[in-house]
């Protein structure tokens, strides 16, 4: 097909904003205990479903009245599968019991606080989860019918996650944490033995981690011999094999330059899986971005698992009838999908969209590297402009965008928004600043101290690397984000002015003071870490605070709030919007009501694209 001559940012393209809002969620995959059927959820606009589908393809929703939502800090951990039920855990925090036959979902906690992560015993008499009311988390254990009242099974660390069974159900194993760490700083896996007709615990004992050396997903051997986990190491991560009876401890597998577990922002996330035999583990690592899967035998060899056409895989789950492994798969041109691979490859269960988009208005990243503040090298990737149908002239226009977190990384992975964009005429920058995962423990620690001063000048020189090699408009830079990445956008526009044509903040910090008092209990110490203990740096939170230098904000701006984000709430986006409003900088405030931190209602992404659209062509592509 010919291409016609166009200029950037005004393709046509197939990738609507109508396309984007109906797009499906995949939120995490298991195989039921026998094997034979696949249970996942699909997040549909603000309805989140479990679905339980045949190896042929045959699926059914299991419930669709009630929405599965994991309530302990950011979420996760919704559901679980014991022989005969689903354990799934309801937006009101409640976890039901509902049969996989006919029947409905009844409750088995009651309903006050939040629960995650439910998991049942190998007898199916009983139910682990972890359960905060915002103030004391605790793990609980709960009679599968719910007909008695839920007990403290563990308590005493701030925080829980990923509770497992032993096959045997003598034996429970938790990872731990107290504050002011975060998961991924510091952590313990617990070993503990259980008796009574009411399980409780009689023995516990650390088997890894501490204040300095983070650990992640304990998970028994099917036969009940071994212990494995993931500890963090100097700078990668180390896969941990554990003996229960000789009480023998080795590394098993180290790989380099690359990561085995992920940030724990959420509950009930998964790197490894045992497989049936009991002699070998399956573990999918982070390398700089890209997915890679291996299987690592219990005396050490190590193979490696071709999984092309993907390169981004989370969430793995291995079926113990035949060793098949399934995952939510996608690469940069696939969308994401539910696979199953087995020894006859890959193979597609469902699909996050309709296969409507030829993969030619899919970009293809390009890792990026870049010099930095203090001869330091930073990450990204680029997306360049990508429409069959059309040719620009010059230099594209780029969207730099900043992702959440800190902690978090811009991957390999299908990143709709990106196409969205790059099919209009847009470059994309994904900007992976000191503080990112993904490239090993000194540099995501660099942030620690200095959030808000390194993450803005790695974007701001990443803008000035883009424009030097001629791959961006340096005079039409757009810096967007969310969350943390929504105050680096914030920052840069206060502390560079004149950098960015225009900036695009969504559910952004703008006041440190604020979030320290108003943040839940998650983040509570969060930032302390990032920035500094108060009293002692409360200089730097006014410096890094872009409320107090609003009246250097000369870029255009717009901002997209959720009414009920309990994370970053509306008062963050009002101070700021209130100081603009007394400099006369062009800005525009849209609050979505009943969203939350991140937006899910369809109409909401719709609208979000509409009003963004509108936002860059008025002030970046038709601006003088």
């Known amino acids: 097909m010919a291409s016609h001559i166009k200029p950037f940012g005004l393709w046509e393209s197939p990738i609507s904003p109508q396309l984007l809002s109906r797009r499906v969620r995949f939120e995490d995959v298991q195989w039921t205990l026998d094997g034979q059927f696949l249970m996942w959820t699909e997040s549909r606009s603000s309805q989140t479903v479990p679905v339980l589908c045949s190896r042929s393809g045959v699926r059914r929703d299991l419930n669709a009245i009630q929405s599965l939502r994991g309530g302990v800090g950011y979420g996760g951990g919704e559901f679980s599968l014991s022989e005969e039920y689903l354990l799934f855990v309801e937006r009101d925090g409640r976890i039901y019991a509902q049969p996989f036959q006919h029947g409905t979902p009844r409750p088995i906690t009651p309903p006050f606080g939040a629960c995650a992560s439910p998991v049942a015993s190998p007898d199916g008499k009983w139910v682990v989860f972890v359960w905060s009311d915002g103030i004391q988390d605790v793990l609980g254990i709960v009679d599968s019918r719910g007909q008695q009242w839920p007990q403290k099974l563990a308590t005493g660390a701030d925080f829980y996650m990923q509770p497992a069974w032993h096959p045997q159900g003598k034996y429970l194993a938790w990872v731990e944490w107290n504050q002011p760490n975060m998961p991924w700083d510091g952590s313990r896996v617990m070993l ?163 296969e409507m988009i030829s993969p030619e208005f899919y970009p293809v990243p390009e890792s990026l590297t870049w010099e930095t503040s203090g001869g330091m090298t930073a990450y990204g990737l680029y997306y360049p402009p990508s429409n069959p149908q059309f040719q620009g002239r010059g230099l594209p226009p780029a969207i730099f965008n900043v992702h959440g977190g800190p902690t978090s990384q811009a991957t390999m992975a299908y990143n709709p928004e990106a196409a969205y964009f790059t099919s209009r005429g847009y470059a994309y920058v994904e900007v992976n600043y000191r503080g990112s995962t993904g490239y090993g423990r000194r540099y ?71 979030l320290d008092m108003d943040t839940h209990k998650f983040e509570a110490r969060y930032t302390a870490s990032l920035v500094g203990e108060l009293p002692e740096a409360a200089q730097k939170y006014h410096d890094w605070s872009p409320v107090f230098h609003a009246r250097n904000i000369r870029d255009p701006l717009i901002i997209f709030q959720g009414s009920e984000d309990k994370v970053v709430p509306p008062n963050q986006s009002e101070v700021i919007v209130k100081a603009l409003q007394q400099t006369g900088t062009p800005h525009r405030y849209i609050l979505y009501e009943g969203e939350g931190h991140g937006f899910r209602k369809s109409e909401t992404i719709l609208n979000y694209y509409q009003e963004l659209e509108r936002f860059l062509l008025q002030y970046v592509l038709f601006a003088p």
């Open 192 to 354: 503990a033995t259980l008796e009574g007709t009411t399980p409780v615990i009689q023995h516990m004992q650390i088997l890894g981690g501490d204040d300095h050396t983070p650990v992640f997903q304990p998970a028994f051997s099917p036969d009940g011999q071994w212990l494995c986990f993931v500890e963090g190491g100097e700078e990668w991560d180390r896969l941990i094999l554990f003996h229960l009876s000789s009480g023998a401890r080795q590394v098993l597998y180290a790989p380099e330059q690359a990561h085995l577990m992920v940030p724990a922002w959420v509950q009930g996330l998964r790197t490894l899986a045992w497989a049936p035999d009991s002699q070998s583990i399956y573990i999918v690592q982070n390398a700089l971005g890209q997915s890679n899967l291996s299987r690592i035998s219990i005396d050490g060899k190590v193979e490696i698992i071709s999984t092309s056409p993907y390169t981004w895989l989370s969430q793995i789950t291995v079926s113990h009838k035949d060793g098949a492994l399934a995952f939510i798969a996608s690469s940069p041109n696939t969308p994401n999908q539910i696979v199953i691979l087995d020894q006859h490859g890959f193979h597609t269960l469902a699909y996050s969209e309709p």
């Open 444 to 514: 995501r620690e660099a942030l620690k101290g200095n959030w808000g001063k390194v993450d803005v000048e790695d974007a701001f020189t990443c803008a000035q690397a883009l424009a030097e090699r001629q791959l961006a408009d340096p005079k039409r830079l757009i810096i967007k984000g969310g969350s943390a990445g929504g105050y680096t956008v914030l920052n840069a526009l206060a502390h560079f002015p004149g950098t960015f044509k225009a900036g695009v903040c969504l559910y952004g910090v703008s006041n440190l003071f604020m």
